[in-house]
């Protein structure tokens, strides 16, 4: 099965997506499962993970809401209060849904860049390792140091490093990341979304520009730790999905790997069963 493991869902009226302006042209409008099934379909991918785009607890409904009328989102990265004293009974709660598989605090847009280390957020992710969940990392480069530390705090907790944490592809920013990424892969199980690169590059970017990145990704974390994800309709800022799919596909083929040998269910493994044959696309 092809899952992409990152795209987002929205609905303007639903009101709770602070950074979403009309500025964005491209993607100031409704993002919905019609709209991305046959994009899909085209590019041959059999199902996706929908994360969560607003840090509101109504997001992560919505989104579930859209995961139980369509059996090819296998599943849900939500947003709740990891802070908040009442985090581990609603992560409980929420738990409940057979589709939730993670959370994702909007670490890249948190004044404390450290934020992930202090003690208040034990509770809750106590309670997603008891409910086997994954902590997805919206991390800058900034934040791998931190990052690092985090992972040796819980190292029984599942993270995935979102966008492969976001290098500053359009600045040539290279060597710093690289050896980051590198830390955190050999002394760590975290996994790393390929996914997000296409945004990050300066405008009318060239494959050339994002090579380098999706190798050296490739190359730090072994075959059953890389998830490839779309970032769909982020994406559509920067490229189109066939696109970015083709050159992360051309880049792992040269190295002798294929974007899809792993299951996304080892990073996600409260994911469903799905066999490609139940998914209908």
Do not use: C
């Given at each position: 099965m092809?899952?992409?493991?990152h ?17 964005l ?10 709209d991305?099934k046959?994009?899909?379909a085209?590019?041959g ?26 059996d090819w ?35 890249q847009?948190?004044?404390?860049d450290?934020?992930?280390?202090q003690?208040t ?7 997603m ?7 997805d990392a ?11 530390r985090?992972?040796?705090?819980y ?15 359009r ?13 955190i ?7 790393c979304?390929?996914?997000?690169l ?7 970017w060239q494959?050339?520009d ?12 072994p ?5 490839f ?9 920067a490229?189109?999905?066939?696109a ?24 996600y ?5 799905t ?7």
């Open positions: 092809k899952i992409d493991a795209q987002h869902f929205w609905k303007l009226a639903r009101g709770d997506y602070s950074w979403l302006t009309p500025e042209e491209p993607l100031y409008r409704d993002f919905a499962p019609e991305l046959p994009i899909l085209e590019a991918i059999d199902a996706t993970i929908a994360v969560q785009a607003a840090d509101t607890e109504a997001e992560t409904e919505y989104l579930l809401s859209l995961a139980d009328k369509h989102i296998l599943g849900v990265v939500g947003w709740t209060d990891l802070e908040a004293p009442d985090a581990p009974e609603k992560i409980a709660l929420m738990a409940q849904h057979p589709k939730l598989v993670g959370f994702r605090p909007m670490i847009d948190l004044e404390e450290a934020w992930m280390l003690n957020l034990r509770p809750a992710l106590a309670a390792e008891k409910h086997n969940l994954t902590f919206l991390v800058l480069p900034r934040h791998l140091q931190y990052l690092l985090f992972l040796e705090t190292p029984d907790l599942r993270v995935v490093i979102d966008h492969g944490a976001k290098p500053e592809i600045n040539g920013q290279f060597e710093a990341w690289a050896s980051d990424m590198r830390q892969a050999s002394t760590s199980q975290a996994f979304k390929l996914s997000g296409a945004t990050e590059a300066a405008p009318n494959p050339k994002l090579s380098p990145y999706i190798v050296e990704i490739l190359q730090a974390f075959p059953g730790r890389v998830l994800g779309s970032d769909w309709p982020v994406l559509n800022l490229s189109t999905y066939g970015w799919l083709a050159v992360a596909q051309e880049a792992a083929e040269n190295l002798g790997r294929d974007i899809f040998e792993t299951p996304s269910q080892k990073a493994p409260r994911l469903n069963q066999t490609k044959q139940e998914v209908q696309l």
